[in-house]
């Protein structure tokens, strides 16, 4: 079994992938803002004769704009993740509904994550977690 500090230098550079992966996202949709009727530099064939052609183009707009903050919830959920990685590496990994161990199964698929898988489901459920005190889900 590989130790701790392996696992979270595994983990590290998965966050880092994440983050990488997440900005080049963020950077594709600023591209849709850009190419707005208004920044056509006065190409005359990028105005817009039908009124169903502008409705399409501000809602392609809308959702680009929906999902760049969606993206940038996750980034800063990664820097938050990376951040306790590098200041306090004892607590990254640590439920922070229970203190529990969270397993390097989930960290691997969501590294950026917060909490165990059963507060996490009891928060997703409208309910609420209390500490159980520090408690072992894997020995990593």
Same mark, same amino acid.
């Given at each position: 079994?590989?130790?701790?500090?392996?696992?979270?230098a595994l983990l590290e550079r998965r966050l880092q992938e994440e983050r990488r992966r997440v900005l080049e996202q963020v950077e594709d949709l600023s591209d849709v803002f850009a190419d707005t009727l208004y920044e056509a530099d006065g190409d005359v064939s990028a105005y817009v004769?039908?009124?169903?052609?502008?409705?399409?183009?501000?809602?392609?707009?809308?959702? *680009?704009?929906?999902?760049?903050?969606?993206?940038?919830?996750?980034?800063?959920?990664?820097?938050? *993740?990376?951040?306790?990685?590098?200041?306090?590496?004892?607590?990254?990994?640590?439920?922070?509904?229970?203190?529990?161990?969270?397993?390097?199964?989930?960290?691997?698929?969501?590294?950026? *994550?917060?909490?165990?898988?059963?507060?996490?489901?009891?928060?997703?459920?409208?309910?609420?977690?209390?500490?159980?005190?520090?408690? *072992?889900?894997?020995?990593?």
């Amino acid at each position: 079994m590989k130790s701790r500090k392996k696992k979270l230098a595994l983990l590290e550079r998965r966050l880092q992938e994440e983050r990488r992966r997440v900005l080049e996202q963020v950077e594709d949709l600023s591209d849709v803002f850009a190419d707005t009727l208004y920044e056509a530099d006065g190409d005359v064939s990028a105005y817009v004769s039908d009124v169903w052609d502008l409705g399409t183009d501000a809602m392609g707009r809308e959702q *680009a704009f929906m999902l760049t903050s969606l993206e940038a919830e996750e980034l800063a959920k990664i820097d938050l *993740a990376l951040r306790k990685l590098y200041l306090t590496p004892e607590d990254y990994g640590r439920c922070e509904g229970c203190s529990a161990d969270i397993s390097f199964e989930r960290l691997w698929v969501i590294p950026h *994550a917060r909490n165990c898988l059963l507060c996490q489901k009891l928060l997703e459920e409208g309910g609420t977690v209390a500490k159980r005190g520090r408690g *072992a889900v894997e020995d990593w």
